[in-house]
């Protein structure tokens, strides 16, 4: 990216960030109670293959070093310096 900035940590001034993210999918499953009158979610075959299509939304980002913590939400971004 031309003329960008990487976004420092203000806790330790590390450059590496985890993002938090919110994985949302429609699963195809049925529900079935069991003998014991337990509810198990069965999931259909095509389960994985919705999760691969599944969204997300990033609910945060986390400095990446270890003894560090900082986290920042989405809307506090433009709040960090370069």
Same mark, same amino acid.
């Given at each position: 990216? &031309?003329?960008?900035? +990487?976004?420092? !940590? &203000?806790? !330790?001034?590390?450059? +590496?960030?985890?993002?938090? +993210?919110?994985?949302?999918?429609? #699963? &195809? !499953? ?10 198990? #979610? ?20 986390? !400095?990446?070093? +270890? ?6 939400? &989405? ?8």
């Amino acid at each position: 990216m &031309p003329n960008s900035t +990487e976004i420092k !940590c &203000p806790n !330790c001034a590390g450059i +590496e960030w985890k993002a938090i +993210e919110q994985f949302t999918a429609l #699963t &195809p !499953c049925r529900l079935e109670r069991s003998e014991d009158g337990e509810v198990v #979610t069965d999931f259909d075959m095509r389960a994985e293959f919705q999760r691969d299509a599944s969204t997300s939304v990033t609910t945060g980002y986390i !400095c990446a070093e +270890e003894t560090c913590g900082y986290m920042v939400e &989405p809307h506090e971004l433009h709040k960090l310096g370069g």
